[in-house]
C-alpha cells in the first residue's frame, strides 16, 4: 500500500485519539488544573508506547514534565526531532463558547475544543504519520512532546541542557505555527524574539486626596500613561532606538486579509509604516501587556501614589535579545516623566531565527507538503516566538529547523471556538509521513 493510503487508514483512530487529548483540560497556567497536565502527559505517552516506540519516558528540569519518545534510525538514515505541545491555554469565558471547550465537536469541516489546533492537533499529526510506517519509521525519529509551552516554556533551556544528547537531532520539525490559508501551507521561516519588562512608578509615599493635592502633586497612573505613549511615535512605529528593523519580507500580506484576520473595528488605523508583513515579521512591537489601575466600579479621588505596567517587545529575527533589552531600558529610563522613581525588572527574553530553504534536506520538506496539498508551502514569518526553535538552531550545527503547522488564519487559537479544520489536518498528516519517507529516499 501507498503512504497516502495508509495515512486514510490511520486517521479514524487518530481523531478519536485527539478527541480523548482535548476531553484533558491540561491548562499549564491554571494551579487547579496540575493533576490534568500530568495526566496529558501520560495520556500522550501510553499513545507513544502504544504505536511502538522503543524508548518512551517523562523528562523535567524542574517543571511540567515533557514527553520524550524515540525511534532509532536504520543505518545511514538521519534523525528526524517532531516537537509539539499537550498544555493548553485557559479557555476563558466558557458560556461564549458554542460548544464545551473540552469536548472535541465536530461541525462544518472543522474540530472545535481547546487545543484541537494548538497544539494537540500537532500531537495528532506526528501519530499519524508514525502509525502510517506502523510504528517503524524510515528514517530515526525522535519526539519532544512538551507541556508548559503556553507558560512560555520556563525550564525548557535547563531541559535542553539536561537532555542534550536524547534532544539532538539531524531535522527538526516544530508543529506549532500557522498555515498561510486554509488549503495553503507555509513553512515557517522567520520568527521574532521577545523580551518583556515590569516596570514600577512611584511619585508619593501614599495615596493621596485629588481634590486637595491634585495640580502640583503628579500622580503614578498618569505617569505610567505618559511613559508607556513614549514607546510608540505620532505613526505607530516603535520609538525605541537601537531594535533592528527590515522592511525585507518575501510574500505580500495585503490590508484587506490583515484587517479581517485580527478583526479590526472600521476605522480604526493600522499601525507603523512599511509592508505590513514586515510589521508583523521583520519589524519590533511594544505592547502595554498589563497596567495596575483601579476598576471604574472601584473609583475614588485619589492621587495614584505607585502604579506597574509589564511591556513587552517583540523583536527583529536578526535582533540580539540582551542588546535589544538594553535599548528598551535605556528607554525607559530616559523617558520617565515628571521626576518618578523607577524600578525596572526585566524576565524572560529569547532570540529569534531566520531559516533557509536552500539545501536538500529542506527541498525534501517543500516536496512533501507539495505532494499533499497540491500547492507549495509559503515561506512565511510569524509575528509571534518559538524560543525553542532559537535553541534548536544554536544547539545543533547544521541541523534544518522547520516551523510546520495545523493551525490555519481561521483557527481562534488562544480565543473562543478554537477549531482545527479537518481537510487541512488530513493533509498535514500525509505532508508528515511523506516528509519522512523522501528523507529516507534523500540519504541513500
Not at 515590569?198 to 497612573?221: C, I, K, N, W, Y
Not at 483601579?294 to 540582551?322: E, F, G, Y
Not at 532570540?351 to 527541498?363: I, N, P, Y
Not at 532559537?390 to 477549531?419: K, T
Request: aromatic fraction near 4%; proline fraction near 6%; include cysteine.
Amino acid at each position: 500500500m501507498t503512504t497516502r493510503t495508509n495515512v486514510e487508514q490511520v486517521l479514524p483512530g487518530v481523531l478519536d485519539d485527539l478527541r480523548r487529548l482535548v476531553a484533558i483540560p491540561s491548562v499549564s497556567s491554571l494551579t487547579e488544573h496540575d493533576d490534568d497536565v500530568l495526566a496529558a502527559a501520560d495520556e500522550v505517552a501510553r499513545l507513544l508506547q502504544e504505536v511502538g516506540a522503543p524508548e518512551v519516558r517523562l523528562i523535567e528540569a524542574g517543571g511540567k514534565p515533557a514527553v520524550y519518545a524515540h525511534f532509532p534510525a536504520p543505518a545511514g538514515q538521519p534523525t528526524v526531532l517532531l516537537y509539539s505541545h499537550y498544555d493548553v491555554q485557559p479557555t476563558g469565558p466558557r458560556d461564549q463558547w458554542a460548544t464545551d471547550p473540552f469536548v472535541a465537536t465536530e461541525r462544518d469541516g472543522r474540530l472545535r475544543g481547546r487545543g484541537t489546533a494548538d497544539d494537540k492537533g500537532g500531537v495528532a499529526v506526528h501519530l499519524a504519520a508514525l502509525r502510517a510506517f506502523d510504528g517503524k519509521p524510515p528514517v530515526g525519529v525522535k519526539l519532544l512532546i512538551e507541556g508548559e509551552e503556553e507558560v512560555g516554556s520556563p525550564t525548557m533551556h535547563d531541559l535542553l541542557d539536561r537532555y542534550a544528547d536524547e534532544l539532538a537531532a539531524d531535522v527538526f520539525i516544530i508543529a506549532d505555527g500557522t498555515n498561510w490559508d486554509v488549503g495553503v501551507p507555509a513553512l515557517t521561516t522567520m520568527l521574532r524574539g521577545v523580551i518583556d519588562c515590569r516596570v514600577t512608578l512611584q511619585t508619593l509615599e501614599t495615596p493621596m486626596h485629588s481634590g486637595a493635592f491634585g495640580g502640583p502633586a503628579p500622580d503614578a497612573l498618569t505617569a505610567m500613561c505618559r511613559l508607556m505613549a513614549t514607546l510608540h511615535d505620532e505613526h505607530g512605529n516603535v520609538a525605541v532606538e537601537g531594535l533592528d528593523a527590515s522592511d525585507e519580507v518575501p510574500v505580500d500580506y495585503p490590508e484587506e486579509r490583515f484587517r479581517a484576520e485580527s478583526g479590526m473595528l472600521e476605522g480604526v488605523e493600522l499601525l507603523g509604516e512599511g509592508p505590513i508583513a514586515a510589521r508583523l515579521w521583520t519589524k519590533p512591537t511594544a505592547t502595554v501587556l498589563a497596567m495596575d489601575a483601579t476598576p471604574v466600579k472601584d473609583v475614588s479621588n485619589i492621587l495614584h501614589s505607585s502604579c506597574r505596567a509589564v511591556v513587552s517587545c517583540r523583536i527583529s529575527p536578526t535582533d540580539d535579545p540582551v542588546r535589544a533589552t538594553e535599548a528598551l531600558r535605556r528607554h525607559l529610563l530616559a523617558n520617565v516623566p515628571w521626576g518618578a522613581r523607577v524600578e525596572l525588572d526585566f524576565g524572560r527574553h529569547s532570540g529569534g531565527s531566520l531559516v533557509e530553504l536552500t539545501d536538500a534536506r529542506a527541498q525534501a520538506v517543500v516536496e512533501a507538503f507539495r505532494e499533499s496539498f497540491g500547492v507549495d508551502p509559503v515561506a512565511a514569518g510569524t509575528g509571534g516566538s518559538i524560543p525553542i526553535v532559537g535553541e534548536f538552531v544554536r544547539r545543533n550545527e547544521g541541523a534544518l529547523v522547520l516551523v510546520s503547522a495545523v493551525v490555519d488564519p481561521y483557527s481562534r487559537m488562544h480565543g473562543i471556538d478554537e477549531s482545527l479544520g479537518l481537510d487541512d489536518f488530513r493533509k498535514a498528516c500525509l505532508a508528515e509521513a511523506l516528509m519522512l519517507e523522501k528523507l529516507a529516499e534523500g540519504a541513500r
